[in-house]
């Protein structure tokens, strides 16, 4: 019944591989950038789109949450920022006529490249139960069926709210009022398949799920490890901090199983001599790892510099330590059992190789360590995380200039949506706060996360879906179980910019809300209006879209979600409403109150529920700073909120270890921890299979079909295989083979998963470790394979084998 994109569309006659570049950025880069957005934008657009890109009183990129440095070239260039802002500005449109065009069942048969690629999404739409078609529906009709779907559940944890990280702070905190409202934490997010781990780990043992450095610290720090991350491709203007770092003095060690060409060698558009004189390398050593090796790399440094100290003295901070760990001891007792055998089996590198590194440590004054998904998708990434702690706490690397620990964020908002209470575990004190606040009683109990929620969908226990952005059906593991688990709700939700297997995967019935994006002007109100978004580390500002939106009745995340949350716990929520069908409110009536008093039921007049949140939520549509004033309330750190990010400034949330050594730990100290090690065992005949980013993609939204620095082009369905592994296997460069993975459940029996028609690449990977593009390869990822603590799905870390394909 279900009809799948086809899996096998492998192009063969269309599929280039050339030789991978040790070069990122440069002029090609600029190019290709500008071609992509003249064809989705045109010039005029494109134009007034990449001008206003992270410049002060513009909006914030939606490209990636790497900060902008305080003095900003005119156009401070990123290939893949300008992609991605034509990707979201493109004039294509998707509305009513198109949805007429295309059944359900043909859309099915389409992938992400091919929805995202129609256009923005311009018309609430709705799929009935049955219907073949998806038919378009008022505001009102919409909102008033989904508020409807919420109270008829028996119990709100049979509600489940996703969030994307693009959601800015006003929306965030809206939604997750909205959802605590209802009365469930069932509030899972991408981070939960991201940077989870890197909070679980730093939380425990620095009290901060954050990373503890500025800019300024990058460009001061003398040894900066880029580990498990590929920056030319998802961070670029990283690269131009890392250049920065490296004219200061920095040394720079990369480790990565891949030799990525960001990583190599930069050359930075901005400069003459970036341009002409072939750049700049970036790192000064290439540490080529093996997958999921990284917690015995540490482990190994933090042995050497705990000999080096016993042997000489004056290697580790003494000072530091006494009065701001605990843990040393058994932490140090633990590093001296460790056996330089295994620390070489689980990293491929030999002691003296390790050593080497170690020494880099050891010498340099000031060390930061930057990760991102190498780091966090593995089994072991907490115990891995918590070794990197180790290694900085040795040497007294946390809070001092140019010293710390760097998790780059992936999606522009994703820091801030947390911090605005995204999270199925919310502490009592934020919860104790919105209760003030809002006069109500949030639940307690935590809710689900990704994997938990989609275990819970398909058991029956979920009914409703909603998510605020974010491609669920594509971006989690195990595509098939959760695509019959979304197919149990009754009804599922997407507030989206633009079309995607979400859409088309859906419940019983679903509705699509079409939304504003970060480039859109946004006129509410009577005003524009602006929102506000935290970076990577931890630095807050505003964005105010300036081009015109691709239609006019498009309400922003905002408006969407104030609007429901008045059809459920307002005025709106009286019974026996029937939907109005007048359009607009007058936003010129809306009444002001001010945010301090919020505005309560009169015992007798209002219908409205028992224990819901209690505010004016027409004006907060009205007035987004109204929304500012409640964080300001309830979230700490945010004080004159509205006036800090007035103008285009800036303002950084406090964060306790970078600020004043504070550890908001159990007891108040920072923690070393013991961690046996763990590393991926690969069986005979297998290989280790990591999925990651092409060039030509965010997440699941697929620009193009090229991978320029790996030498890939107009295809994606290759895997990346060592060219002896290959030649053991007996196949050859250009095999198409199928990717089946191999797990066993709880219940010990193997399970397989299959993944067909890829064409194998001869690449420098590791012996037995592989790689292939997400999300075609998240069928292949079991659920149940999570990593310890976080639960984040091991996406860097999935058993296969290769299997020729049937004649
Ligand atoms: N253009 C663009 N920008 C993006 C995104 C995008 O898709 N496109 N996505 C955004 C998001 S949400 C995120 S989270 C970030 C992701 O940014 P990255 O984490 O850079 O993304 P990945 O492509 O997953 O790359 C993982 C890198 O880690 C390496 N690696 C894998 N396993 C290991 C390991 O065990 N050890 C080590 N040391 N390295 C390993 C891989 O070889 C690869 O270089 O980028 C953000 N920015
Ligand atoms: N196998 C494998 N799986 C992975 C990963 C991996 O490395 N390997 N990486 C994981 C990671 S790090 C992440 S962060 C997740 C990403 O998971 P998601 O965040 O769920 O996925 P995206 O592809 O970023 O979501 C794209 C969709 O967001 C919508 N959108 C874009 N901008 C806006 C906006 O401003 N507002 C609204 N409302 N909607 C918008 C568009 O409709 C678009 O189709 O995937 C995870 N999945
Ligand atoms: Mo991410």
Redesign the pocket.
């Given at each position: 019944m279900v009809t799948k994109p086809p899996q096998n569309d492998i192009d063969e006659t269309a599929l280039r591989v050339s030789k991978a570049k040790k070069v990122a950025v440069g002029v090609p880069a600029v190019v290709h950038a500008l071609e992509m957005s003249i064809e989705q934008m045109g010039a005029v657009r494109s134009a007034r789109a990449l001008l206003r890109v992270n410049q002060k009183d513009g909006y914030d990129c939606p490209?990636?949450?790497w900060p902008d440095p305080a003095h900003r070239h005119v156009a401070e260039f990123c290939e893949?920022?300008a992609?991605?802002v034509a990707e979201e500005a493109t004039v294509r449109t998707v509305g009513p006529v198109f949805f007429a065009e295309h059944s359900i069942d043909e859309l099915r048969g389409h992938d992400d490249f091919w929805l995202g690629q129609q256009g923005r999404l311009t018309h609430p739409m709705v799929l009935d139960e049955g219907a073949t078609h998806y038919r378009p529906v008022s505001w009102d009709d919409a909102l008033g069926e989904i508020a409807d779907q919420l109270r008829a559940l028996a119990d709100p944890d049979e509600a489940v709210f996703y969030t994307s990280?693009r959601t800015s702070n006003e929306a965030a905190f809206l939604y997750q009022l909205l959802v605590r409202g209802v009365g469930t934490n069932n509030l899972p997010d991408?981070s939960n398949m991201?940077?989870e781990s890197s909070g679980s780990a730093l939380t425990e043992t620095i009290g901060i799920g954050k990373g503890t450095v500025s800019l300024e610290d990058i460009y001061a720090a003398r040894l900066i490890i880029v580990?498990?991350?590929?920056?030319g491709?998802?961070?670029?203007r990283m690269l131009s901090a890392l250049e920065k770092a490296k004219q200061n003095g920095a040394k720079i060690i990369a480790?990565?199983?891949?030799p990525?060409a960001g990583?190599l060698r930069f050359e930075n558009p901005q400069t003459v001599k970036g341009v002409l004189l072939g750049g700049t390398p970036i790192a000064d050593q290439f540490?080529q790892?093996?997958?999921?090796?990284?917690q015995a790399?540490f482990q190994a440094i933090g042995k050497h510099l705990l000999e080096a100290d016993a042997h000489m003295g004056g290697v580790l901070d003494h000072g530091f330590i006494d009065t701001h760990t605990t843990g040393l001891d058994a932490y140090a007792r633990a590093m001296a059992d460790a056996e330089w055998p295994e620390l070489e089996a689980a990293t491929g590198l030999d002691e003296l190789e390790l050593r080497d590194i170690a020494e880099a440590v050891r010498l340099s004054p000031s060390t930061i360590v930057c990760?991102?998904?190498?780091?966090?998708?593995?089994k072991n990434s907490v115990p891995?995380l918590r070794e990197v702690v180790n290694v900085l706490l040795l040497q007294g690397n946390i809070g001092r200039e140019g010293a710390g620990v760097c998790p780059?964020?992936?999606?522009s908002n994703?820091q801030g949506d947390r911090t605005m209470g995204i999270y199925e575990k919310p502490s009592e004190a934020f919860l104790d706060a919105l209760d003030e606040e809002f006069s109500f009683a949030a639940p307690r109990e935590h809710g689900f996360d990704t994997v938990a929620a989609i275990r819970a969908m398909d058991a029956g226990r979920v009914r409703f879906f909603m998510g605020m952005g974010g491609n669920f059906v594509s971006a989690t593991p195990d595509t098939e179980v959760v695509e019959r688990a979304m197919a149990r709700l009754d009804l599922t939700v997407h507030v989206s910019t633009k079309l995607n297997r979400s859409h088309v995967m859906t419940g019983r019935r679903a509705i699509i809300l079409p939304t504003l994006g970060r480039t859109d002007r946004d006129r509410r109100g009577g005003r524009e209006q602006r929102v506000s978004v935290e970076d990577s580390m931890g630095a807050v500002h505003s964005s105010r879209g300036r081009l015109s939106p691709p239609a006019d009745d498009l309400l922003s995340e905002v408006a969407i979600i104030s609007r429901l949350c008045d059809a459920l716990f307002g005025r709106g929520a009286r019974p026996g409403r029937t939907p109005s069908h007048s359009g607009d409110v007058d936003h010129d009536q809306v009444e002001r109150l001010p945010a301090e008093h919020p505005v309560r039921a009169d015992a007798a007049g209002s219908a409205r529920p028992a224990n819901t949140p209690q505010a004016d939520w027409r004006a907060m549509e009205a007035d987004y700073a109204l929304i500012r004033r409640h964080i300001q309330n309830v979230i700490p750190g945010f004080e004159d909120y509205n006036a800090r990010i007035d103008k285009g400034r800036t303002f950084f949330l406090p964060n306790g270890p970078r600020d004043a050594r504070r550890f908001a730990t159990s007891d108040g100290f920072a923690h070393f921890t013991v961690n046996p090690l763990e590393y991926p065992r690969i069986p005979a005949g297998r290989l280790l299979l990591?999925?990651?980013?092409?060039?030509?993609?965010?997440?699941t939204?697929i620009?193009g079909k090229d991978d320029r620095y790996r030498g890939i082009h107009d295809g994606r369905r290759v895997v990346f295989v060592h060219a002896d592994d290959i030649a053991e296997f007996g196949f050859t460069d250009g095999t198409i083979v199928d990717l089946v993975s191999e797990w066993t459940g709880v219940d010990g029996v193997l399970q397989e998963r299959r993944a067909e028609a890829f064409r194998i690449v001869s690449y420098a990977?590791p012996r037995r470790?592989a790689?292939a593009y997400?999300p075609e390869t998240n069928v292949l990822v079991p659920l149940d394979s999570v990593a310890d603590v976080s639960g984040t799905p091991t996406?860097?870390?999935v058993v296969v084998r290769l299997e020729a394909r049937a004649a």
């Open positions: 490209g990636c949450a893949n920022g992609k991605a990280g991408c991201c940077h580990a498990g991350q590929n920056p491709t998802n961070h670029p480790v990565n199983p891949l990525e990583l540490v790892i093996r997958l999921g090796g990284d790399l990760w991102a998904m190498g780091l966090t998708q593995h891995t780059v964020r992936g999606h994703v990591q999925t990651l980013r092409s060039h030509d993609q965010y997440n939204t620009y990977t470790n790689a997400y996406s860097k870390s």
